[in-house]
C-alpha cells in the first residue's frame, strides 16, 4: 500500500477525532451554562419579599422556595392598619406552581380573606418581583398586580 495513502487516512481520522472532540466539549458547556442559568432563574424567587410600598398602614410579605422547576411559598397581606388580614393559619402553603424556561412562574394562590383559589403570575427582573394575580379586586383589600423587593434583613 503506498505510504502517502496511508498518512492521508491516518491524518483525516485524527482530524475527525478532533472535531467530535471539539463538538463534545462545546455540548458540555452549553449544558453547563443551561444548568447554571436554572439554578440563577430558580433562586431568584427564594426567599422573603416585602411589598414596596409598604408603611404602617400595610404590610404584604411573601415567603417562597423554588426547588427544581417548582415552587412554594406563602403570602401575608395585612392592610388597613390591620383591620384587613389575608394570611395562612399556621404554616399552610398558599402560593404552589412551577417555574417556566423563560423564568416566569405560573400557578395558585390560595387566599384566606376571600376563601379562594386564584391565578397567580410572578417573574422577577432587576430584583423586583412583580406579583399578577386573577384575584378580584373588588372583594380584596390589595391590587391584583403588586411590586416586591427582597427583604434585607
Known amino acids: 500500500m503506498n505510504t502517502k495513502f496511508i498518512c492521508f487516512i491516518a491524518a483525516s481520522f485524527l482530524m475527525c477525532k478532533q472535531n467530535e472532540d471539539q463538538q463534545a466539549h462545546k455540548k458540555s458547556s452549553n449544558s453547563t451554562r ?4 436554572e439554578k440563577s432563574i430558580h433562586s431568584d424567587f427564594s426567599g ?3 411589598y ?3 408603611n404602617e398602614r400595610n404590610d ?3 415567603d417562597l422556595l423554588a426547588k427544581n422547576t ?3 411559598g406563602s403570602h401575608c397581606f395585612i392592610g388597613m392598619s390591620g383591620n ?5 393559619d399556621g404554616n399552610e402553603k398558599t402560593i404552589k406552581g412551577i417555574i417556566k424556561p ?3 412562574f405560573e400557578g395558585k394562590f390560595t387566599s384566606e380573606y376571600v376563601v379562594g383559589t386564584y ?6 427582573i432587576s430584583d423586583t418581583l412583580y406579583w399578577d394575580s386573577e384575584v378580584p379586586t373588588s372583594k380584596v383589600f390589595y391590587k391584583k398586580s403588586l411590586k416586591f423587593v427582597k427583604n434585607k434583613e
Open 119 to 124: 391565578n397567580l403570575k410572578m417573574k422577577v
Open 70 to 72: 417548582g415552587l412554594i
Open 102 to 104: 423563560d423564568g416566569s
Open 34 to 37: 443551561k444548568v447554571e442559568k
Open 60 to 62: 404584604y410579605s411573601l
Open 48 to 50: 422573603k419579599w416585602v
Open 84 to 88: 384587613r388580614i389575608d394570611c395562612p
Open 52 to 54: 414596596v410600598h409598604n
